[in-house]
């Protein structure tokens, strides 16, 4: 096993709240993961469309409104293992701390996961503090199944 | 009318591979015939010996530290500084034709561009090439090539070695007849081999232009990089068991391992399997099961994969000539970086500053309307100075960006503009293991110092001879009869160094 682990955060000028509502959004994914260009979510079952064409299907594991946490696993069987996790973080002066955590195996595809990662969040406070791009108005609520998938996680 | 520019990259090509050179295994009559007509560059030095930061530099004429590409996987922003793009602005038709890799070839959500090119059937402009078609290794990918063969071939994709393995590590699947990594018997016919197919897409792109035309063409080959899968009916050329061992290759264990034990120890941490710093090489593959006998086929079919290479060219000529064009193409023959071929009992790339990485061919053949007197020059001369002697040969001024200067046509012309030094970086952070150092040639000598890392503690050091230590193997760091020497080749490193751009750009992807 060679897992490689690799986290990137970024600091948004925008609350937690709002953040959260586009972030925690399991179906919008693809509104600011540059390079993935669709979602579909199915109860617990995401299936993302790459640029490149590959399809990944992903198991959604938490999806807790509470804690403002996401975590997901890619079932694809090019992974030995795979975690993806956002956090929102209230910083508590109405900005908020974005960190998105990839652990793969292989480790290879933990960095060009996270590379992906990366661009998203850089993405992501683009939208967000963009005063004509704030899409916070639709808000999905967990799947049921998904809020299950979060107990048992927790 | 100005000079046209035939811009001759290979990837992974030792100087000692062509006869020019002195090497006894290929035959490359065509670049031996630019070189006995050219200038013939002796001590060639890239600025980093993996492929992204060193081919990052001869597009920006800038070194690693400034262009920002400190390790493979890093991409070089679209907005850098490219000598293309000033090609360009001045009237030039420009291509790139093969293998780029300014981003990582790693991109399954296609965001950066060079993978996007074919997908959506472009062929431009990028960084400064009004025309831009991409291949690499294999017959799998995002990119020109490997769409060209999926959709002409496709019987032939998947005929090439699996460069990556199932773990997405480079491969250390073994084949041929010994089974030596990355070694693999290629049923792909020659004419759908990527060396043809970049030549073929070079021929064409230059029959699409006027006579009139100023032009600056980058034919970017990808091989002779591992793997050493060349296409199988070629293999007659070079007979494996006939090959001899390189001068580098120490036959007896211990006194390979008594010489590695004489480096900073990544050296013999990676030769016994007990540390990988970088992901350039097989991860599973360990250096010291490597037997003569590998080294003589992987050599034979590097020496194979050159001479196509060299054939190739010798097309592209041919079809200048064709064009009436002979007297007005520069043609600037080089590689990104040097490949180790059995030194020390190693294979591949890594941080390793030494010449089977760090000693380049690079053959300049100016326009024969420049009527510059063939030469061969000696003193050192770096990847870095190849945009401005682009901006040189089509009249422009070198842009303040380029940290370079115009390529010395002579000893005396080096000497009297300060041909001094080359520099070269390595960098890596992979998973927690940290390594860091730089290199300065100079007077004769290669001197590398190590900055702190995971491996090394900041005090170790390499410095070699390079007339009385050719294959560098004797380590003079810290001889206390040279600490003079030592201290200033040190000094002058520093003193040159230009400051790394911080904060580091972001590694996004193995490669």
Known sequence: ?154 | MGRKILFVTTDQQRYDTLGCNGGILARTPVIDAIAESGHRYERAVPQSVVCMPSRSTMITGQHPSTHGVWMNGVALPLDAPSVASVLHAAGYHTALIGKPHFEPFLDPFARFPENRFARDGLVGLHRGFEHFEAATHGGAGPLHYARWLANNHPEAVNLFYPVLDARLEVNDLGGGATGAPQVWDNAIPREWYHTDWVADRTINWLQTLDTGDDWFCWMSFPDPHHPWDPPACELGRIDWREVPLPDGYIEGAVEREAVLDTKPRHWKAWYDGSLVTNFEAPNSWVPATLTPDHVREVNARNAIECELIDEALGRVMTAISGRGWEDDVDVIFTTDHGELQGDFGLLFKGPYHVDGLMRLPLIWRQARSAHAAPSTVTRPVGLVDLAPTFCTIAGLAVPPFMEGSPLPVSDTDADARGFERVLTEWDSEVFGVGVHLRTITRDGWVCTTYQPGTVHDGTEGELYDLHDDPFQQVNRWNDPSLVSLQDDLVADLWDHQPAQRTPLRRVEAPV
């Not at chain 1, 990944?56 to 030995?80: C, G, K, N």
């Not at chain 1, 595809?109 to 406070?125: F, P, Q, R």
């Open chain 1, 1 to 154: 096993m060679t897992l490689g682990s690799v986290r990137y955060d970024i600091r948004i000028n925008r609350s937690a709240a709002d953040v959260w509502r586009l972030a925690g959004d399991p179906a919008r994914l693809a509104d600011w993961f540059p390079g993935i260009t669709s979602c579909r979510v199915d109860g617990t079952v995401r299936t993302i469309t790459l640029g490149s064409g590959m399809v990944m299907p992903e198991e959604i594991l938490v999806h807790d409104a509470h804690q403002r946490r996401f975590q997901y696993r890619i079932t694809a069987s090019i992974f030995e293992y795979h975690r993806g996790t956002i956090d929102v973080i209230d910083l508590g002066d109405d900005t908020c701390l974005v960190a998105y955590a990839t652990e793969a195996d292989p480790r290879a595809m933990a960095l060009t996961i996270a590379g992906g990662t990366a661009g998203a969040l850089d993405e992501l406070k683009r939208q967000m503090e963009t005063p004509m791009e704030t899409p916070v108005e639709t808000v999905t609520e967990p799947p049921a199944a998904a809020a299950s998938a979060t107990n048992r996680a927790n």
